[in-house]
T-cell receptor, first 112, second 113 residues
Framework: GENVEQHPSTLSVQEGDSAVIKCTYSDSASNYFPWYKQELGKRPQLIIDIRSNVGEKKDQRIAVTLNKTAKHFSLHITETQPEDSAVYFCAANGRGRRALTFGSGTRLQVQP | SAVISQKPSRDICQRGTSLTIQCQVDSQVTMMFWYRQQPGQSLTLIATANQGSEATYESGFVIDKFPISRPNLTFSTLTVSNMSPEDSSIYLC??????????FGPGTRLTVL
């Protein structure tokens, strides 16, 4: 089945800096790659996603890039703010699946 | 996106007992899933809840331990049976919306003593 690896496990940045989180996946048939933000004690919230027919997608300060050849995708957050502090999870759907396989998570801390 | 609710939001249970978690969606959805999130960990898929048929379980999860019902397109239950402290986790249902997007319920925080 699909295997998703995520790095780094923790990331600390200064407010206003950029943050980048990277994921690799194993199943070349995966075609859907969402990113979730989970604040303490809350449910994961979908923040952005990308499909395999697109190389990059942007939504305000958040962008995701996908490299199908290398089987990796990345989340980019620019002009970070303290409210961006949370755990971020990447995921991929795998061959013929609707369910998601999640990465291990990245705890982002934005220092004011 | 769909509005998803779960009951109970949290519970403390004694080992050896069972707990049934309910997931309700405000619109009909084809795909519903149950995930487990152990403390400080990522999300792990338990099973896909299939309407009108048996759930599809992931490796490491069995029907006797985690029986699932899905009587219609807006409701599902997950039972955690014969609980042990290792079952202490957050249990989340999710639904698939348009174009593969998945949304999560608020979760049920289970503590087993």
């Amino acid at each position: 089945g699909e295997n998703v690896e995520q790095h780094p496990s923790t990331l600390s940045v200064q407010e206003g800096d950029s943050a980048v989180i990277k994921c690799t996946y194993s199943d070349s048939a995966s075609n859907y790659f969402p990113w979730y933000k989970q604040e303490l004690g809350k449910r994961p919230q979908l923040i952005i996603d990308i499909r395999s027919n697109v190389g990059e997608k942007k939504d305000q300060r958040i962008a995701v890039t996908l490299n199908k050849t290398a089987k990796h995708f990345s989340l980019h957050i620019t002009e970070t703010q303290p409210e961006d502090s949370a755990v971020y999870f990447c995921a991929a759907n795998g061959r013929g699946r609707r369910a998601l396989t999640f990465g291990s998570g990245t705890r982002l801390q934005v220092q004011p | 996106s769909a509005v998803i609710s779960q009951k109970p939001s949290r519970d403390i249970c004694q080992r050896g007992t069972s707990l049934t978690i309910q997931c309700q969606v405000d619109s009909q959805v084809t795909m519903m899933f149950w995930y487990r999130q152990q403390p400080g960990q990522s999300l792990t898929l338990i099973a896909t809840a299939n309407q009108g048929s048996e759930a599809t379980y992931e490796s490491g999860f069995v029907i006797d331990k985690f029986p699932i019902s899905r009587p219609n397109l807006t409701f599902s239950t997950l039972t955690v049976s014969n609980m042990s402290p290792e079952d202490s986790s957050i249990y989340l249902c999710s639904v698939q919306g348009e174009a593969d997007t998945q949304y999560f319920g608020p979760g049920t925080r289970l503590t087993v003593l």
